[in-house]
Nanobody, 126 residues
Framework: QVQLVESGGGLVQAGGSLRLSCAASGLTFSTYTMGWFRQAPGKEREFVAGIAWSGRSTAYADSVKGRFTISRDNAKNTVYLQMNSLKPEDTAVYYC???????????????????WGQGTQVTVSS
């Protein structure tokens, strides 16, 4: 049974930082592309960042480029999202997702990903 468990969310002031973690189990983590998505109230779930199985390829939404960094530790079955210079518009529930295709291009469509975590709330106050 595949499980993705996010942690690290919370309340932070604008300009602050948070580091999200997603611990995976029940899958061969090192062969999966991993992604982070977010969903704000009343909005669609949107792509934030993704990383290929090897860690050599990453992708970011334009809105977070230069502020967020995705990384993974295949030995720990964990993917991270370092979020710096947070803005109120970053407020959302953040979800971790896994794509079983071990491609070199990171997909940005949520429909491609096979497994999802339950999400962790990030709230940025102004």
């Amino acid at each position: 049974q595949v499980q993705l468990v996010e942690s690290g969310g919370g309340l932070v002031q604008a300009g602050g930082s948070l580091r999200l973690s997603c611990a995976a189990s029940g899958l061969t983590f090192s062969t999966y592309t991993m992604g982070w998505f977010r969903q704000a109230p009343g909005k669609e779930r949107e792509f934030v960042a993704g990383i290929a199985w090897s860690g050599r390829s990453t992708a970011y939404a334009d809105s977070v480029k230069g502020r967020f960094t995705i990384s993974r530790d295949n030995a720990k079955n964990t993917v991270y999202l370092q979020m710096n210079s947070l803005k109120p518009e970053d407020t959302a529930v953040y979800y971790c997702a896994a794509d079983r295709r071990a491609g070199s291009v990171v997909p940005q469509s949520r429909y491609v990903y096979d497994f999802w975590g339950q999400g962790t709330q990030v709230t940025v106050s102004s």
